[in-house]
C-alpha cells in the first residue's frame, strides 16, 4: 500500500519530534540511573529514589569524578560541573565549599599536564566563551608557563632571560584574570589566583595584601586564601615568620564562626601540610603555642581526623603531654582503627621524658 508523500513526510516529522522529545541529556560517565529518569516528570518517575542525582557525594569522590572529566573532555559537562560546583557557595556536610574539589582538581591537572593543560584551557575558552571558568583556567596555564620557562630553583639560578619571561607571563595570566566575568570574579577560586600573581608580580596597581583584604572581605573563613599569603610570606620568599604568624593572626580576627584561636591552629595546620618539603617545622615559627592549643580544644569535635593532625604539632614542638592528649582523643573518636607502631610522632607521645 502506498502512502501520499505529504503523510509519509509527516510521520517522520512526528518520529523526529517525539524521539527528540525523549532522548536523554548527556549523563556524566559515572551516572548509570535508567534513561526512564530523564523522561519528562510528568509520571513521577523523576522523582523515584533510583532516579535521585548522587553526582557530588563528599569531597574525595568529587575531586576524583572532576579529574575524570578534566580527563576526557567534554566541555558540556564541564560546564555543568562548573555550574554544580564551580559557582556554588554550599557546602559539603565536612565544612568544605563545593568549588574546593573542582578548583584543586582544575590545579593539579594545569600544573601537572604543561602544555596539554594549556591546550585544555584554549579549547575549552573557544567552546564555552569567557562567561565560566575558561578564563581563569587560561590564566593559571599561563602561570604555568611562567613557572615553566623559570624553573624551581632560587632566584640566583634563575637566568636574566628566564626571569623575563617568568615576569612577562605572570603579566600576561594576570591580564587573562581580569577578562573573567564578574560571576565568577565574586568567586573565591578567582581571588585565589589574583593573590599568587600579585604576591609574584609583588608590584602593580594593587599590592598583595590589598588582594588579600579584598579577597577575604568576601570569603573570610576560606583558608586557602590565608595559607597562600603564609607561604608567599615565609623566609623562601623573603619574608619572615614573624609576617606568617601576623597572617594567622589576620585569619582569626576574619573568623566568623566563634572560633577564634581554632581559625589560627587550621591555617597553621592546613600550611604546614601542604608545604611538607619545607625547611622548618612549626618549631621554627613565631607560633603562639598556649593560643594554638587553645584553638587545638576549640576543635576537636568539629572533625575525627583533626586530633591527630593537631598530634603532629605537638611532636613537631616537642610537647609530649599535648600529643598524647590528642593521640588518646584521636583513638577514642576512632575506635577500632588500627595503631600505627611505626609512627614516629605516636612514638614520641607515648614514650617517657
Known amino acids: 500500500m502506498e502512502y501520499p ?144 620557562a623559570r624553573g624551581r630553583g632560587y632566584a640566583n639560578t634563575v637566568s636574566p632571560e628566564a626571569a623575563e619571561i617568568y615576569r612577562k607571563k605572570i603579566e600576561e595570566a594576570d591580564a587573562l584574570l581580569e577578562t573573567a566575568s564578574n560571576e565568577l570574579r565574586a568567586m573565591a577560586p578567582w581571588h585565589q589566583v589574583k593573590l599568587r600573581l600579585a604576591f609574584e608580580r609583588r608590584q602593580g596597581k594593587h599590592p598583595p595584601i590589598q588582594v588579600l583584604e579584598r579577597a577575604t572581605q568576601q570569603w573570610p573563613d576560606h583558608l586557602p586564601l590565608y595559607t597562600a599569603a603564609m607561604y608567599y610570606l615565609s623566609p623562601k620568599w623573603g619574608g619572615s615568620f614573624e609576617e606568617m604568624d601576623a597572617i594567622a593572626r589576620y585569619a582569626m580576627e576574619r573568623a566568623r564562626d566563634g572560633a577564634k584561636a581554632g581559625t589560627y591552629a587550621l591555617v597553621y595546620e592546613r600550611h604546614l601540610r601542604i608545604n611538607r618539603d619545607s625547611t622548618y617545622t612549626l618549631a621554627d615559627t613565631a607560633v603562639d603555642w598556649d593560643l594554638m592549643k587553645q584553638g587545638f580544644r576549640e576543635l576537636e569535635g568539629k572533625a575525627p581526623w583533626m586530633p591527630r593532625a593537631f598530634a603532629g604539632l605537638a611532636c613537631q614542638i616537642r610537647d609530649r603531654e599535648e600529643a598524647r592528649r590528642l593521640y588518646a582523643l584521636h583513638e577514642q573518636r576512632n575506635p577500632g582503627a588500627p595503631v600505627d607502631q611505626l609512627d614516629p610522632c605516636r612514638v614520641f607521645a607515648m614514650s617517657s621524658p
Open 5 to 148: 508523500l505529504w503523510l509519509v513526510a509527516a510521520g517522520l516529522l512526528f518520529t523526529a519530534s517525539a524521539a527528540a522529545q525523549v532522548a536523554p541529556p548527556k549523563k556524566y560517565p559515572w551516572d548509570v540511573r535508567p534513561n526512564k529518569c530523564f523522561l519528562p516528570p510528568a509520571d513521577g518517575v523523576a522523582e523515584r529514589p533510583e532516579c535521585k542525582a548522587d553526582d557530588w557525594p563528599n569531597f574525595a569522590q568529587t575531586r576524583t569524578r572532576v579529574d575524570r572529566l578534566l580527563g576526557e573532555p567534554d566541555f558540556d559537562l564541564i560546564e555543568r560541573a562548573e555550574r554544580d560546583l564551580g559557582f556554588s557557595r554550599e557546602r559539603f556536610k565536612t565544612g568544605e565549599y563545593l568549588f574546593e574539589p573542582w578548583f584543586l582538581s582544575l590545579d593539579s591537572f594545569l600544573n601537572a599536564w604543561g602544555e596539554r593543560g594549556k591546550v585544555l584551557a584554549t579549547q575549552w575558552t573557544h567552546a564555552k566563551g569567557k562567561r565560566g571558568y575558561a578564563p581563569l583556567a587560561l590564566a593559571m596555564a599561563t602561570h604555568v608557563e611562567a613557572w615553566a
